[in-house]
Nanobody, 123 residues
Framework: VRLVESGGGLVQTGDSLRLYCAAS????????MAWFRQAPGKEREFVAC????????YAKSVTQGRFTISRDNVKNTVNLQMINLKPEDTAIYYC?????????????????WGQGTQVTVSS
């Protein structure tokens, strides 16, 4: 399974951004898909995940109701809509995929990872 992220960039505080992740290869084995992020000098952290049935799980302390994850099971894509961005959202955002059929939240539960896309929020 190959995951390719896009949509990152440099934005200002309060702006919105939509991240995209496209999966290819053995996508029929994928169920849970997620976004993680890693800020400079910090460990990678869970942001949100979604399974094929569209059940979701969010890191509420991270997303604070500002992020929405969605997926298209036909196109094998997962998106992350982010609004009201803050400088503390600056990070590399990674897409991850797993065969697990529940909304997995730990890094170790994901077998496949993308290369990441940089999001920078200026103050």
């Amino acid at each position: 399974v190959r995951l390719v992220e896009s949509g990152g960039g440099l934005v200002q505080t309060g702006d919105s951004l939509r991240l995209y992740c496209a999966a290819s290869g053995s996508t029929s084995s994928i169920d849970s898909m997620a976004w993680f992020r890693q800020a400079p000098g910090k460990e990678r952290e869970f942001v949100a995940c979604i399974i094929r049935s569209h059940s979701t799980n969010y890191a509420k302390s991270v997303t604070q109701g500002r992020f929405t994850i969605s997926r298209d099971n036909v196109k094998n894509t997962v998106n992350l809509q982010m609004i009201n961005l803050k400088p503390e959202d600056t990070a590399i955002y990674y897409c991850a995929a797993s065969f697990r059929g529940y909304p997995a939240v730990f890094e170790g539960e994901y077998e496949h990872w993308g290369q990441g896309t940089q999001v920078t929020v200026s103050s």
